[in-house]
Protein backbone atom coordinates (compact mmCIF):
# COMPACT_ATOMS: atom_id res chain seq x y z
CA UNK A 1 0.00 0.00 0.00
CA UNK A 2 1.02 3.38 -0.65
CA UNK A 3 2.23 5.56 2.32
CA UNK A 4 2.02 8.96 0.77
CA UNK A 5 -0.45 10.68 0.23
CA UNK A 6 1.19 14.18 -0.89
CA UNK A 7 4.45 14.86 -3.05
CA UNK A 8 6.18 18.25 -2.87
CA UNK A 9 7.99 19.45 -6.33
CA UNK A 10 11.23 21.53 -6.42
CA UNK A 11 11.17 23.68 -9.64
CA UNK A 12 14.18 24.25 -11.09
CA UNK A 13 16.38 21.49 -13.11
CA UNK A 14 13.45 19.58 -11.42
CA UNK A 15 10.28 20.35 -13.93
CA UNK A 16 11.61 23.28 -15.27
CA UNK A 17 15.40 23.27 -17.39
CA UNK A 18 17.09 26.66 -15.60
CA UNK A 19 20.01 26.73 -18.44
CA UNK A 20 17.53 27.76 -21.01
CA UNK A 21 16.58 30.40 -18.81
CA UNK A 22 20.03 31.65 -17.69
CA UNK A 23 20.57 31.45 -21.70
CA UNK A 24 17.98 33.57 -22.36
CA UNK A 25 18.98 36.12 -19.78
CA UNK A 26 22.61 35.99 -20.58
CA UNK A 27 21.46 36.67 -24.69
CA UNK A 28 19.37 40.09 -23.16
CA UNK A 29 21.87 41.10 -20.70
CA UNK A 30 24.65 41.15 -23.96
CA UNK A 31 22.71 43.79 -25.66
CA UNK A 32 24.47 45.90 -22.94
CA UNK A 33 27.55 44.13 -22.90
CA UNK A 34 28.52 44.79 -27.01
CA UNK A 35 32.39 43.72 -26.15
CA UNK A 36 31.14 40.66 -24.24
CA UNK A 37 30.72 37.36 -25.51
CA UNK A 38 27.27 35.86 -24.68
CA UNK A 39 29.12 32.84 -23.54
CA UNK A 40 31.15 34.72 -21.30
CA UNK A 41 28.03 36.60 -19.45
CA UNK A 42 26.45 32.67 -19.10
CA UNK A 43 29.59 31.53 -17.62
CA UNK A 44 29.17 34.99 -15.09
CA UNK A 45 25.49 34.20 -14.53
CA UNK A 46 26.57 30.55 -13.87
CA UNK A 47 29.32 31.86 -11.05
CA UNK A 48 27.17 33.98 -9.54
CA UNK A 49 24.18 31.05 -9.38
CA UNK A 50 26.93 28.89 -7.75
CA UNK A 51 28.47 31.43 -5.27
CA UNK A 52 24.53 32.29 -3.90
CA UNK A 53 23.69 28.81 -3.83
CA UNK A 54 26.63 28.17 -1.08
CA UNK A 55 25.89 31.23 0.79
CA UNK A 56 22.06 30.08 0.87
CA UNK A 57 23.08 26.50 2.05
CA UNK A 58 25.68 28.17 4.69
CA UNK A 59 22.45 29.87 6.24
CA UNK A 60 24.76 33.31 4.97
CA UNK A 61 21.58 35.13 3.87
CA UNK A 62 17.60 34.78 3.72
CA UNK A 63 15.05 33.43 0.74
CA UNK A 64 13.98 36.98 -0.17
CA UNK A 65 17.57 39.40 0.45
CA UNK A 66 19.58 36.28 -1.73
CA UNK A 67 17.22 37.48 -4.47
CA UNK A 68 18.04 40.87 -4.19
CA UNK A 69 21.84 40.44 -3.40
CA UNK A 70 22.59 38.00 -6.51
CA UNK A 71 21.01 40.58 -9.07
CA UNK A 72 24.00 43.15 -7.48
CA UNK A 73 26.28 40.60 -7.52
CA UNK A 74 25.72 39.45 -11.02
CA UNK A 75 25.23 43.44 -11.94
CA UNK A 76 28.47 43.92 -10.25
CA UNK A 77 30.59 41.32 -12.23
CA UNK A 78 29.25 42.51 -15.40
CA UNK A 79 30.01 45.63 -14.52
CA UNK A 80 26.43 47.09 -15.30
CA UNK A 81 23.94 48.79 -13.75
CA UNK A 82 20.98 46.58 -11.48
CA UNK A 83 18.08 47.63 -13.22
CA UNK A 84 19.58 46.40 -16.69
CA UNK A 85 19.93 42.98 -15.05
CA UNK A 86 16.21 43.20 -13.84
CA UNK A 87 14.99 44.21 -17.21
CA UNK A 88 17.06 40.77 -19.04
CA UNK A 89 15.24 38.99 -16.53
CA UNK A 90 11.82 39.82 -16.89
CA UNK A 91 12.48 40.37 -20.89
CA UNK A 92 13.96 36.75 -20.52
CA UNK A 93 10.86 35.52 -18.97
CA UNK A 94 8.46 38.15 -21.21
CA UNK A 95 10.05 36.17 -24.43
CA UNK A 96 10.35 32.56 -23.20
CA UNK A 97 8.07 29.82 -24.61
CA UNK A 98 7.44 27.36 -21.38
CA UNK A 99 7.39 24.60 -23.89
CA UNK A 100 11.20 24.96 -24.15
CA UNK A 101 11.93 25.23 -20.36
CA UNK A 102 10.02 22.29 -19.49
CA UNK A 103 11.50 18.92 -19.64
CA UNK A 104 9.22 16.69 -21.99
CA UNK A 105 8.32 14.42 -19.31
CA UNK A 106 6.80 16.16 -16.82
CA UNK A 107 3.22 17.76 -18.09
CA UNK A 108 2.06 14.01 -18.51
CA UNK A 109 3.67 12.89 -15.36
CA UNK A 110 1.70 15.38 -13.20
CA UNK A 111 -1.49 14.95 -14.41
CA UNK A 112 -1.48 11.30 -13.88
CA UNK A 113 -0.57 12.04 -10.13
CA UNK A 114 -3.38 14.23 -10.13
CA UNK A 115 -5.90 12.08 -11.38
CA UNK A 116 -4.05 9.12 -9.20
CA UNK A 117 -5.08 11.50 -6.26
CA UNK A 118 -2.25 12.80 -4.71
CA UNK A 119 -1.81 16.41 -3.15
CA UNK A 120 1.00 17.81 -5.22
CA UNK A 121 2.65 20.99 -4.32
CA UNK A 122 6.21 22.96 -4.73
CA UNK A 123 8.70 23.47 -2.33
CA UNK A 124 11.04 26.01 -4.63
CA UNK A 125 14.01 28.21 -3.82
CA UNK A 126 15.14 31.65 -5.48
CA UNK A 127 18.03 33.43 -7.20
CA UNK A 128 18.32 35.99 -9.36
CA UNK A 129 14.41 36.03 -10.14
CA UNK A 130 11.46 36.23 -7.54
CA UNK A 131 8.81 33.19 -7.49
CA UNK A 132 6.38 35.47 -9.51
CA UNK A 133 8.48 34.79 -12.34
CA UNK A 134 8.39 30.63 -11.93
CA UNK A 135 4.61 30.93 -11.34
CA UNK A 136 3.60 33.03 -14.43
CA UNK A 137 5.76 30.18 -16.36
CA UNK A 138 3.64 27.56 -13.81
CA UNK A 139 0.70 29.34 -15.46
CA UNK A 140 0.87 29.39 -18.80
CA UNK A 141 2.06 25.44 -18.98
CA UNK A 142 -1.80 25.26 -17.84
CA UNK A 143 -0.21 22.90 -14.76
CA UNK A 144 -0.67 25.90 -12.06
CA UNK A 145 -3.98 24.44 -10.81
CA UNK A 146 -2.68 20.79 -10.23
CA UNK A 147 -0.49 22.49 -7.09
CA UNK A 148 -2.71 22.63 -3.84
CA UNK A 149 0.22 24.63 -1.78
CA UNK A 150 3.37 26.92 -3.40
CA UNK A 151 6.17 27.44 -1.01
CA UNK A 152 8.85 30.06 -1.95
CA UNK A 153 12.01 30.57 -0.63
CA UNK A 154 11.08 34.45 -0.80
CA UNK A 155 7.99 34.07 0.60
CA UNK A 156 9.11 32.28 3.28
CA UNK A 157 12.78 34.33 3.42
CA UNK A 158 13.80 30.03 4.65
CA UNK A 159 15.80 28.59 1.90
CA UNK A 160 15.88 24.86 1.56
CA UNK A 161 17.46 22.74 3.12
CA UNK A 162 16.02 24.06 6.28
CA UNK A 163 13.68 21.74 7.24
CA UNK A 164 11.53 24.34 8.47
CA UNK A 165 10.28 25.50 5.30
CA UNK A 166 9.64 21.22 4.51
CA UNK A 167 7.42 21.87 7.91
CA UNK A 168 5.72 24.95 6.64
CA UNK A 169 4.85 22.64 3.67
CA UNK A 170 3.48 19.66 5.32
CA UNK A 171 1.42 21.85 7.34
CA UNK A 172 -0.61 23.67 4.86
CA UNK A 173 -0.96 20.74 2.56
CA UNK A 174 -2.35 18.86 5.70
CA UNK A 175 -0.36 15.94 6.14
CA UNK A 176 2.17 14.68 8.46
CA UNK A 177 6.07 14.53 7.00
CA UNK A 178 6.19 10.95 6.72
CA UNK A 179 2.98 11.41 4.50
CA UNK A 180 5.02 13.20 1.87
CA UNK A 181 7.56 12.59 -0.93
CA UNK A 182 9.44 15.47 -1.89
CA UNK A 183 11.12 15.41 -5.73
CA UNK A 184 14.12 17.59 -6.80
CA UNK A 185 17.78 17.57 -8.25
CA UNK A 186 20.04 18.58 -5.26
CA UNK A 187 21.17 15.95 -3.05
CA UNK A 188 21.45 18.90 -0.16
CA UNK A 189 19.00 21.33 -0.97
CA UNK A 190 16.08 18.49 -2.18
CA UNK A 191 17.13 14.98 -0.43
CA UNK A 192 18.46 16.48 2.70
CA UNK A 193 16.12 19.16 3.48
CA UNK A 194 13.21 16.32 2.69
CA UNK A 195 14.63 13.60 4.90
CA UNK A 196 15.65 15.71 7.79
CA UNK A 197 12.22 17.02 7.81
CA UNK A 198 10.91 13.45 8.32
CA UNK A 199 9.42 13.13 4.56
CA UNK A 200 10.44 10.45 1.81
CA UNK A 201 12.48 11.90 -1.08
CA UNK A 202 13.15 11.26 -4.35
CA UNK A 203 16.22 12.60 -5.96
CA UNK A 204 15.81 12.98 -9.85
CA UNK A 205 19.34 13.11 -11.99
CA UNK A 206 17.88 12.72 -16.00
CA UNK A 207 22.14 11.58 -16.71
CA UNK A 208 20.79 8.09 -14.78
CA UNK A 209 18.56 7.37 -17.46
CA UNK A 210 16.39 4.66 -16.89
CA UNK A 211 17.95 3.36 -13.90
CA UNK A 212 16.21 3.45 -10.51
CA UNK A 213 16.87 2.47 -7.05
CA UNK A 214 14.92 2.26 -3.74
CA UNK A 215 16.43 2.68 -0.27
CA UNK A 216 13.26 1.78 1.65
CA UNK A 217 14.76 1.85 4.91
CA UNK A 218 15.88 5.45 4.12
CA UNK A 219 12.83 6.68 2.87
CA UNK A 220 15.21 7.18 -0.47
CA UNK A 221 14.69 6.85 -4.18
CA UNK A 222 17.04 7.29 -7.41
CA UNK A 223 15.35 8.15 -10.49
CA UNK A 224 16.65 9.42 -13.61
CA UNK A 225 12.95 10.01 -15.10
CA UNK A 226 10.06 11.85 -14.25
CA UNK A 227 7.59 9.21 -14.81
CA UNK A 228 9.60 6.75 -12.81
CA UNK A 229 8.13 8.67 -9.58
CA UNK A 230 4.96 6.62 -10.36
CA UNK A 231 7.36 3.09 -9.99
CA UNK A 232 8.79 4.54 -7.24
CA UNK A 233 6.12 5.43 -4.71
CA UNK A 234 4.94 2.24 -4.34
CA UNK A 235 8.22 1.02 -3.07
CA UNK A 236 9.11 3.63 -0.56
Excluded at 115 to 144: A, E
Aim: hydrophobic share 45%.
Amino acid sequence: MVSVHAISFDVWDTMLDINKVFSLIASKLSIHLPNTDVAKVLETIRVVYDRCKLRRRLGEVDGFDIVVESQNMLAERLGIETNKVLQAISDAFASADPKDIVFGDVVDTLELLHRLGFKLGIVGNTVFWSSIYTIDILKRLGIYNMFEVLIFSDETRINKPDRKIFFIFAKKIGEEPKRIAHVGDSVIEDVGGALSAGMKAIHIDRRRGRNKLVLKDLGLALIGEFPQIIEVLEEL
